[in-house]
């Protein structure tokens, strides 16, 4: 089938127990401190989509640039330069984030870091008084992501955001809305796929030692102490279970999330897995062929991802789809359309197709939506419940993978009824870092 391209689509504490790393701030930056009428941001992880966070609140006129926080010092020079550029203020740096949660000009701090910090770094910054805009998914654990909202509900001043920017798209939620009203008829499947289009296996990559611009055990944190891998690092540190848990938690995430919002759903009563490690099998640990199938009372939602193809089902890269008794609607970043199903006794539709509704919203709007919730209490678009949640069901997902067999789901004890499952659950913290009760 052709691939549905964009342009066709549109047409149709504590935390750290008694012991403090050392801590590195590197010299010869300047502050780029902000009058008091404007709100001072720090990220931590500048590489990839903290920066791009970054550069979306700078757009915004009462927003200031006060520190860059990053474990490569070659990338936490290049982004203060840019910053520098575009701002003509050039910000502090730091290689250890706790020193720049102490700054008192940061009222916000991005986490852009890997999955394996969000729920460390979240909290801290929460006792820091800061309010946070964390990337998702929101935690790499079903334990770390009920901690994160435990400790959110403790500083309700503080405002929270998941970079689950779907949320603040109008063309998703009006998808939703659809899918609700009642005119695809009864919906008992849902699809929702990522077929990332990467070509090629990931080459292996032999051990070595961590570049010296690398503080390579800041890095790891509480993930488990491994030699220092190319693999395993930027980029693809999402492919091994240390840090992340592959494309299901990287876009499944964001798609998975409305395969629920469109269902108004809940947690599933039993996930079951599929796929495997297949064209990457001993270079990378996640799968790169992947089926999850949640299994509710009225209907099937199903995960599907390949990380080698691009095609998946309808011919589209990713996607949502509800398959309804009257019709189908089919949901990606690039708009969303119905197709209706015809009569077998009078060849009649059952209801009419919808053309392709374009893609209105994104980043921009749900950093603009945050800020909002700063000055005026507005409700975050993707509040820490709603991060949560779906990065919970993304976890089943996996958890089932890696357990492979069904598992059953307790909602009223927010965990698996096999211990199989129950004890993937949790991470082990490689001190001194440790997880706070709440």
């Known amino acids: ?38 709100i001072g941001v720090g990220l931590i992880g500048c590489k990839n989509m903290g920066f791009s966070d970054l550069k979306a609140f700078l757009d915004e006129e ?7 926080c990053d474990i490569d010092k070659m990338i936490l020079n290049e982004r203060a330069a840019e910053i520098e550029k575009l701002k003509n203020k050039r910000p502090q740096l730091f290689t250890d984030f706790r020193k720049m949660l102490e700054l008192k000009e940061i009222d916000v701090v991005i986490i852009g870091t890997p999955d394996h910090w969000h729920a460390l770094m979240m909290i801290m910054a929460l006792e820091a008084g800061k309010h946070v805009y964390v990337e998702k998914p929101m935690g790499h654990s079903i334990e770390e992501c009920l901690t994160m909202v435990k400790a959110a509900s403790k500083y309700p001043k503080q405002v929270v955001q998941v970079g689950m920017w779907q949320r603040s798209c109008k063309h998703w939620l009006d998808a939703s809305d659809y899918v609700r009203s009642g005119k695809l008829g009864d919906v008992n499947l849902v699809k929702a796929w990522i077929y990332k289009g990467m070509g090629e296996p990931v080459p292996a990559q032999p051990d070595s030692v961590a570049p010296d611009y690398v503080d390579y055990n800041m890095w790891l944190g509480p993930a488990p102490l491994r030699h220092f891998n190319k693999n395993r690092f930027h980029y693809d ?39 495997g490690c297949y064209l990457n099998k001993g270079v990378i640990e996640t799968p790169d062929i992947q089926q999850a199938i949640y299994s509710y009372p009225n209907h099937t939602m199903i995960w599907e991802c390949g990380l080698i193809p691009r095609m998946g089902p309808y011919g589209m890269h990713h996607g949502v789809s509800f398959t309804g008794t009257r019709g189908t609607l089919i949901v990606s970043r690039n708009g969303w359309l ?29 950093v603009q939506n945050f800020l909002r919730g700063i000055s005026e209490g507005e409700k975050p678009n993707a509040s820490v419940e709603v991060g949560a949640q779906t990065a919970i069901i993304s976890e089943m997902g996996n ?4 357990a492979g067999k069904l598992l059953h ?19 082990t913290y490689r001190d001194p870092w440790k997880l706070p009760v709440f």
């Open 237 to 275: 540190f999402r492919w091994f279970w240390d840090y992340a848990g592959g494309a299901m938690t990287d876009w499944g995430v964001h798609l998975l999330d409305f395969a629920l919002h469109g269902m108004n759903a809940g947690y599933p009563d039993s996930v079951a897995p599929g796929g």
């Open 1 to 38: 089938m052709k691939e549905i391209t964009r342009r066709s689509f549109v047409k149709k504490s504590g935390v750290v127990a008694g012991t403090t790393l050392a801590a590195s701030m590197i010299p010869g930056s300047v502050s780029c401190s902000s009058p008091s009428d404007h």
């Open 338 to 366: 119905v197709t209706a199903e015809v009569s077998n006794k009078d060849k009649k539709k059952y209801i009419e197709d919808v053309p392709n509704q374009p893609a209105i919203g994104g980043l921009k709007e749900h």
């Open 62 to 68: 009462n927003v200031t640039c006060i520190a860059l």
């Open 399 to 402: 958890i089932a993978y890696r």
């Open 409 to 427: 789901w307790d909602s009223s004890k927010m965990n698996f009824t096999e211990e199989e499952g129950k004890k993937l659950t949790k991470l």
